[in-house]
Structures are given as C-alpha cells and as structure tokens.
C-alpha cells in the first residue's frame, strides 16, 4: 500500500488540475455571462442544469459517487450563477431597486395608528418611536392597522413583530404579505408586566386574569402558582385592563403595564411578574411607501422555496457568498399549500450596496414571491 505522502502528493496534483480547470471553467461562464448582459437574459436556466446534473451523474462508476458529482456541480453552477448575477449588476442591469431613498420620516407631521387601546405596549412604542405629542389614534385589529395605512386613513402603523421570550407575532408576519405597506423603521421596548386589579383587591379574592395570549405566556411561571385561577386572553392588554375597571369585580385582574393600569384607574397588585427580566418586544413602523432610509441597515425580506431538498441552503448561499450578516430567520405556513413555508429573513444592508441587489438578484431569480418588506 503506498504511504501517506505519496497518497497525498497524488492529491495535491489531482487538485492542481480541478483548480485550474475550475478557473477555466468559470472564465467560460463569464463569457456566458457577457451574452446574458446583453440579452438582458437571466442568468439561472433550471433545464440546463437539470440536463448538466443528469449527465455527471451518467458518467461515475456507482452511486455513492453519483450523489456527491450531483453536489459538486450544484455547487460549481451556483458559483457560475453568483459571478452572473455580480456581471447583471455592474452592467445596471438590475438598476435601483423599486424604493425612493429618503433623508428623514416625517414624524412631526405624521398621523400614526397603533393597535389596542390606550395604554397598550404599542401606544407606548409609538410614542417612545414619534415622540409624546404625536397625531395619533388606535384601532382594534393589527388588520385594521394595516387597512389604516393601506387606504390612507393613517400615514405609519406601530406593529409588535417579535417578543423576545414569545418569539414572533405570526400575525404580523402574514400581514406583511398580505398587505402593500412597508417597513421603515423599528423600535424596542422593554415590557414589564404586572398584575393589575381593581384598588384594594386582595390577591386571595382573583378567580380569572386577563390579558393578551403573548403576556399570559410570558408571565406563565407567577400564574402557574395560581393554578386555580382561570386565564382568559382577550386581544391586547391595555383591553384586559380596561375590561377590570368596566366589570367593576374584584374577582378579576389583568396581566398589563403599569402604564394601562394607571390609565385606567388600576392598581398594581404585584409588580413584574414577567418570567425573563429582559422581556422587550419589537415594533415596526410600517407605511404604505416604498421608501427607505438613507442611511438604513437592516433589510427584512420574504419568499418561498421550490418544495425541493437543498433549496433553502441554495437560496441562503446568496447571503453568505455576498458577505451578508443574516439577523433572522422565521417561517410561516404558506396559506393554501400544506407543508409549504414562507421564510422571512432579516439581514444587515442597504439598498444601495452592491452586496444587496447582488443578492436580491439573485433571491428574485431563484426563489417563488421575494417580497422586500423594507429598509430601516
Ligand atoms: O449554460 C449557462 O447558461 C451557464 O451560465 C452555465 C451554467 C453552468 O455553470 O453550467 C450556469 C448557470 C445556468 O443556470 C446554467 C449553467
């Protein structure tokens, strides 16, 4: 049996070959490239390398070694795809992005919606976001947020996206979907819950607590030592609040902030009753614009993947051969299609780099529905 040396020399000639073979071949492929730009073609050609695929495969000796000249070349027609889409975007064949770049939102003027009722964690997200004395109103439904801005009713939405012990408000995810409005700007707020009741209730006297289903969740380690209280979610927490004070029964009490109980005339029977005491939420600020900030460095993104083993990889690969930092992956069930996902992915950019459209470019090619859901 030859020595490991020589086994390796072997190798390291083997691979001098694959190395410049590959760089052969990747000049070929700009030149393909070339042709592409002037076209205006796209660069990705599914039947072409299926046929590529089929023909490697055809040439090994057995499978273990069909599978692994499958990967190889997947690979290989990626990295081809990935100089493509670079040579589409220097030649402006992609040109801007469909969003105006601005200096500043309006947030003196604006008039901003937010959801719930006085008191809610999204009321004081606004106001932490615009400032205290911001034009504003409130309405019942995260919908009914994104309705304001869509008709115009509202010029900024304040939505909750994720809690950091919760996760994430699926919710406003699918919203995003539905809707044409956009993501300009973000903000987080710590959230601490109390237990709120009408004045002079005695803990020994609550039977039901109310709140939203996020807080009763996040506050789940208090209440399980009052495991004969019922809970009941109701749609905000600044609501659960105000339905106390409304009911009159000292029976009651509501999961909240201070901030809703002392707006609606609550008193804090026991504070900070949340089960991590970092607890904060996210709230977006969305409009019905395709704009973004001058100077924004977070782009959040959506699209659906072929129902095809690798194919999120393939589509992730964009972000990391582009150097892109990815903040966040989420998904969601594709409405209408069982066992089909929706990703939503956070990364750090701005449209105006390179990095971005290079990767946009590519995502819109290759994956069903991108959505850019915004810049901020
Ligand atoms: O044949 C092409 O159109 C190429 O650009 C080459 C190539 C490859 O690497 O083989 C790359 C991308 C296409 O999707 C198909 C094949």
Redesign the pocket.
Known sequence: MAALDDLRIRLDEIDGQIVRLYEERMKV?EE?GELKVKSWGR???RQ??RN?LNDVASRVSNDFNRKGIQELYEQ??SM??KL?YQQMVEAGALGRLPFIGIDSLEKDTARVVYQGVEGAYGQAAMLKFFGEGCNNFHVRTFRDAMEAIEDGAADYAVLPIENSSAGAVTEVYDLLVEFENYIVGETILPVRHTLAGLPGTDLNQIRRVYSKAEALMQTTRFLSDHPDWEQISVVNTAVAAKKILEDKDSTQAAVCSAYAAQVHGLSVLVDEINDDSNNSTRFIVVTNQKVFLKDASKISICFEVPHQSGSLYRLLSHFIYNDLNMSRIESRPVEGKSWEYRFFVDFDGNMGDAAVKNTIRGLREEAINLKILGNY
């Open positions: 492929c393909v660069v990705l050609d072409r390398e590529k290989l027609m081809s795809r493509q």
